[in-house]
């Protein structure tokens, strides 16, 4: 069964800063990585998509990576604005069925001006 | 282009009723899904549509169900209404519902149960 963990739950930095945010899977077999971000009591918004055959891509101040051998991604925020605080979630959707992703439980990031 | 829209925003429902939730997918689009979102699990997948068929399904008991109609669009149906039931509902959509294409998500609707 395929679990997804992001590690910090929470993140306080200043505006301006570089960050990371970390996610890991424990099942390799995976089609595809995405990340997204949510605001309170909304939707999510799609970030990033990296297939499993990529190492990265990049949406301006984003660049998601991929270690599939590792189960690892990583969510590279440049230049970080108060307007990036939200919660920031990963997915993986694996061979259990096209469209199931499976979501870790997220990073709230707060970014202080 | 529009995005995946969600009707009701929001309802409250008593304990025992039973709720009806609606996705339209982005035009052109034939697979949809449905999560449902609690602060204490998280974001879980409930089932997903493609082509008026169910072709997968999560770990919930029976009175979830769900339908796909013909122009792609979804309804999901919870019955017997218990307050766990409480949680933000949302679908996604993707254009041809194929491993590895992008999930797009609505704004989901917040279900509370009394």
């Known amino acids: 069964k395929q679990e997804v963990t992001q590690i910090p739950a929470a993140l306080s930095v200043p505006e301006g800063e570089n960050l990371v945010l970390n996610c890991s899977f424990t099942?390799?077999?995976?089609?595809?990585l995405q990340w997204f971000r949510q605001d309170p009591g909304k939707g999510l918004t799609s970030l990033l998509l990296?297939?499993?055959?990529?190492r990265e891509q990049t949406s301006g101040r984003l660049n998601a990576s991929l270690d599939k051998s590792s189960g690892r991604s990583t969510l590279y925020i440049a230049a970080s604005q108060p307007g990036d605080s939200a919660t920031y979630l990963c997915?993986?959707?694996?061979?259990?069925?096209?469209?199931?992703?499976?979501f870790g439980q997220g990073t709230r990031l707060t970014i202080n001006p | 282009k529009a995005g995946v829209t969600q009707t009701p925003r929001y309802l409250i429902k008593t304990r025992g009723q039973q709720v009806t939730l609606s996705c339209s997918p982005i035009?052109?689009?034939?697979?949809v899904s449905w999560y449902q979102q609690t602060p204490g699990q998280g974001l879980q997948f409930l089932f997903e549509?493609?082509?008026?068929?169910?072709?997968n399904k999560g770990n919930f008991p029976g009175r979830f169900s769900g339908r796909q109609f013909s122009n792609s669009r979804s309804e999901m149906n919870v019955s017997t209404l218990e307050l766990g039931d409480s949680a933000l509902y949302l679908c996604?959509?993707?254009?041809?519902?194929?491993?590895?294409?992008?999930?797009?998500f609505g704004q989901g609707t917040r279900l509370t149960v009394v």
């Open positions: 996604a959509s993707s254009l041809e519902g194929q491993r590895g294409t992008e999930a797009f």
């Open positions: 099942d390799s077999a995976i089609y595809n």
């Open positions: 990296i297939q499993s055959s990529q």
């Open positions: 997915a993986v959707g694996s061979f259990q069925g096209a469209q199931k992703l499976v």
């Open positions: 035009s052109g689009h034939r697979s």
């Open positions: 549509y493609f082509s008026e068929t169910q072709r």
